[in-house]
């Protein structure tokens, strides 16, 4: 891992100069070169974490279907600008203004979706809602246990994320060439 910069700039959340962000580089095996942006406040201890590939490609699709248990291993970045989505499962991540990228596998994918899930879970309102809830998640085990078979989508505007897999359906739109495969 390279170091590209550093530097102290103003926190967005207790407003102080004390917010230290690092820049770094690294060619990241079956991924290739990232950069990894990495911020702490010494004041209000916030924290964030960024990744990307180091090109962009333009506005980007991906998709990557899910056929069998060792496909649960395949390295998934999503960066900070991009949406995942799981069709089947009928639940989307998107990117806001604090969104942070990240590098994991699909089954670290299903787990982010489960943990926002049984969040919702509890605050089911209605019985109707409850049993909704659970059977997304009796879904979501069956995923994670490697026997259903599942989509995984990432759109990104800024073409900055991967997932590492011959498998991987990638289309990329240029503004002036459009769309590229």
Known sequence: M?????????????????????IYSYD???????????GKC??????????RTWESK???KIEFKVEDEKDLNTLVLRSSTASLEIPEL???LTPGPASQGFLTTVEGVLQRFKDIIEYLCKDAHDEKEKAECEK???????????KRKFTIIIRDPEGHSKIASEKAKEEVKRSE???KK
């Open 136 to 146: 997304r998640l009796e879904v979501l085990k069956e995923m994670l246990e490697g």
């Open 28 to 38: 990241m095996p079956m991924i290739g070169p990232v950069i990894m942006v990495v």
């Open 2 to 22: 390279k170091l590209l910069r550093e530097e102290v700039v103003k926190c967005p959340v207790c407003g102080k100069e004390s917010m230290k962000v690092s």
């Open 42 to 51: 010494s004041e209000c201890g916030y924290k964030f974490v960024d990744i």
């Open 177 to 179: 060439e459009g769309m």
């Open 90 to 92: 009928q639940a989307e």
């Open 58 to 60: 333009g506005d980007q």
